[in-house]
């Protein structure tokens, strides 16, 4: 395998972390504001300054070529007053992620099935559910049938998770009510590597 395959890995693995981070951004800019988010945080690998490892493919895995770990998703986690709004919610993320494709701050879109966001009760601090991404609630699927699920409309549930203390403890605060932003996905550390050319 040519250097320059594993550069260009490594820049595709780079620039799809900072993508996840632009939509983190917008979504936030959307739900700040609703007066029930008190705060809003980015969490697991969007959050984190990368690392390299060995990935699963065949090509790299046998000859042990480490790249940087591929971000899949945005995980975000919002603190909420109440829960009777959550498909408001839902809207205003879809619809900041279109808005970030069509002005074309990415190259590729953000879907919102990308967005993973863990939902606390901001009184009690603790683990609600997950915001869902289906447009009615029950939707009929197979995830609709997990015990609890959209007994809150669009509150997701999975059946066996439990939050654990990784989630918060990585997390990265956005935005907090009564302050506002304190501070910018966009902005966080990337390794040296890192280069805008592809965004």
């Known amino acids: 395998m040519r250097h320059s395959e594993i550069r260009e890995q490594n820049q595709y693995l780079l620039n799809l972390q900072h993508r996840f981070r632009l939509a983190a951004d917008a979504v936030t800019d959307a739900w700040m504001t609703f007066s029930f988010v008190s705060a809003i945080a980015l969490t697991g690998s969007a959050a984190r300054l990368l690392w390299k ?10 000859r ?5 770990h591929e971000c899949s998703d945005v995980d975000l986690v919002i603190w909420l007053d ?9 809207r205003a993320e879809t619809s900041a992620l279109l808005k970030e494709f069509k002005v074309g701050t990415t190259v590729s879109g953000v879907a919102n099935h990308q967005v993973d966001t863990f939902l606390f009760d901001s009184t009690s601090q603790q683990y609600v559910g997950r915001l869902c991404h289906f447009n009615q609630c029950p939707k009929g699927k197979l995830d609709c049938r997990a015990p609890g699920c959209g007994v809150i409309p669009f509150n997701k549930q999975i059946e066996g998770f439990v939050p654990d203390d990784a ?11 009564g302050i506002g932003r304190v501070g910018f996905a966009a902005e966080l550390p990337q390794p040296n590597e890192f280069s805008s050319s592809l965004i």
């Not at 490892?53 to 895995?61: A, I, L, T």
């Not at 042990?64 to 940087?68: A, H, K, L, S």
């Open 82 to 90: 109440s829960f009777d709004q959550l498909d408001a919610l839902r």
């Open 64 to 68: 042990g070529i480490e790249v940087w």
């Open 167 to 177: 989630l918060l403890a990585g997390a990265v605060m956005l935005y907090k009510r």
């Open 53 to 62: 490892e060995v990935p699963g493919f065949r090509e790299y895995r046998r």
